[in-house]
C-alpha cells in the first residue's frame, strides 16, 4: 500500500479559511470516506470494499466504466466491483475511487468565463498522458499517475469560484504566453497559487501523501513528484498544436521519445480521454 498520510503542522482547514474567506469548502460524502477506510484497512474484505462501493450507484457505475477504459489496459473485462478489487489491488482501485470521488466533489465553477467541463475534459488528457508515460518510466505507478494528471490542478475551481473574472484574466495570460509561469501569475495576485490551495485542500480529505505531493510540487522542483506528473503539468488548458508544444520539447528531452512517437502517445491519450466516462 501507499504511504497514506501527510501531516501538515497546521490544521489545513484553519489555512484553507484564511485564503478562501467565507466560500464553502467542498467535502467527501461520508460513503466515499467510508470506502476509503475499507481501502486502507489490511483486515477489510474484498467483500466489505465491494458492498459500500455498490451502495453508491453512481461511483459504482464510473469505478467500471475507468476500469474497463483504454486508460487501464486491462486484458479482461470487469463486470462486477468484487472482480475489480482482486485484479487491480487496493492501491489501484483507491487512486480510481479518488479520481472519481474529487471530481465529483469540486464545484462546478459559476464564472461565466471558467469552463468547468472543459478544465476537467483536458485534466483528463493530463491523466491519460500521465499514465502513458508511467508505463515508460515508472511502471509499476501508472494508475497514481493517472490520478496524479488528473488531480493535479484541482484547487483551480475553487479558485476561479473564489477570485472571479480575475482568476481567468490570469489563465487566459498564462494560456497565451510560454514564458509566464501559471504560479507566478497567482502569486503576483493574490499571494498564493493553485498548487498551495489544492495541497490543502488534498490534506483536508486525507488523500495519500502522492497526491498531496504531487499537487504541491508538480511545477516545482519536488522530489517525491512521479516524472511523468511533473511534464503533463505543462499541457495548457487551450489545449491545441501550438499550445501542445511545450509538452512535446519538455517530454523530447526527458524521456529521449523521438517527435513522432510523442504525437502519436498525445493522439491515442487524447482519444482515451474521451472514452472515459468520469
Known amino acids: 500500500m501507499l504511504k497514506l498520510f501527510k501531516k501538515s503542522k497546521k490544521d489545513p482547514d484553519s489555512e484553507l479559511r484564511a485564503i478562501v474567506g467565507d466560500y464553502e469548502l467542498p467535502s467527501f460524502p461520508s460513503t466515499i470516506m467510508n470506502i476509503l477506510d475499507l481501502l486502507r484497512d489490511p483486515d477489510s474484505s474484498i467483500k466489505d470494499i465491494s458492498d459500500q462501493i455498490e451502495m453508491d450507484p453512481g461511483l459504482h457505475v464510473k469505478v467500471l466504466a475507468t476500469v474497463n477504459s483504454a486508460a487501464f489496459g ?38 461565466p468565463c471558467f469552463d468547468g ?35 493535479q490542478d484541482m484547487a483551480m475551481p ?9 482568476y481567468c484574466e490570469i489563465l487566459e495570460k498564462w494560456n497565451k504566453d510560454d514564458t509566464r509561469d501559471i504560479c507566478d501569475l497567482e502569486k503576483e495576485n493574490f499571494g498564493m497559487d493553485h498548487t498551495t490551495v489544492g495541497a490543502l485542500l488534498a490534506e483536508k480529505w486525507g488523500l495519500p501523501e502522492y497526491l498531496i505531493e504531487s499537487i504541491r510540487g508538480h511545477h516545482g522542483q519536488g522530489s517525491q513528484v512521479m516524472p511523468a506528473v511533473k511534464m503533463v503539468s505543462v499541457i495548457k ?26 504525437r502519436e502517445m498525445i493522439k491515442t491519450s487524447i482519444k482515451v480521454a474521451g472514452e472515459l466516462g468520469l
Open 158 to 166: 475553487v479558485m476561479a469560484d473564489v477570485k472571479k473574472e480575475k
Open 74 to 111: 486491462l486484458a479482461m473485462r470487469v463486470n462486477n466491483v468484487t472482480h475489480a478489487v482482486s485484479l487491480l489491488g487496493r492501491s489501484r482501485l483507491e487512486s480510481i475511487v479518488l479520481s472519481v470521488a474529487v471530481k465529483d466533489a469540486l464545484p462546478d465553477s459559476k464564472t
Open 237 to 262: 488548458y487551450s489545449i491545441n498544436d501550438e499550445s501542445l508544444e511545450s509538452f512535446k520539447k519538455v517530454c523530447i528531452a526527458e524521456t529521449g521519445m523521438d517527435e513522432a512517437s510523442v
Open 117 to 151: 467541463k472543459h478544465f476537467w475534459k483536458v485534466s483528463m488528457i493530463r491523466a491519460s498522458v500521465a499514465r502513458a508515460l508511467a508505463q515508460r518510466l515508472h511502471p509499476s505507478m501508472t494508475a497514481e499517475a493517472f490520478s496524479a494528471g488528473l488531480l
